[in-house]
């Protein structure tokens, strides 16, 4: 606040410089954390030549199925004979949508006894994710 001895009063500024620099040091942090959200377990997907994004909003759930057979609902393992009960009461029951993110070094008849059980446990849509194909 500065006095003006040709006007009455006082003449009030805002000093927007600190503002500034909050809002730089929040954007860095957002910058720096943004990366380390990624969800889930990291699998080795197979490519194909059409595939879809999988979706960012949090209504969903992803089966992953590493290298091993282990299994995992997000970032939490389950054991096979378990998986069928986390299903019903984590997707079926709140509505969710189920995608099944398998290595692609895992034998096939393992993938289609886990779809089987996600069928067992009531879910009809299992969308199944991939990486696009490289083209060259």
Do not use: C
Not at 15 to 25: C, I, Q, Y
Request: aromatic share 6%; hydrophobic share 45%.
């Amino acid at each position: 606040m500065r006095f003006n001895p040709h006007q009455r009063g006082f003449l009030a500024e805002i000093n927007v410089t600190p503002f500034v620099d909050v809002m730089l040091v929040l954007l860095i942090i957002f910058m720096v954390t943004a990366p380390m959200l990624t969800q889930g377990v990291e699998v080795d997907l197979p490519r194909t030549k059409t595939v879809e994004t999988l979706p960012e909003d949090s209504d969903h759930l992803v089966l992953s199925i590493k290298k091993d057979g282990s299994l995992f609902l997000d970032t939490y393992a389950v054991k096979m004979d378990a998986m069928e009960t986390h299903l019903k009461r984590l997707v079926k029951d709140k509505n969710k949508l189920v995608y099944l993110k398998a290595d692609k070094d895992v034998p096939y008849g393992v993938v289609v006894k886990v779809m089987a059980r996600v069928k067992k446990a009531g879910i009809e849509k299992l969308g199944v994710v991939a990486e696009p194909e490289d083209v060259h």
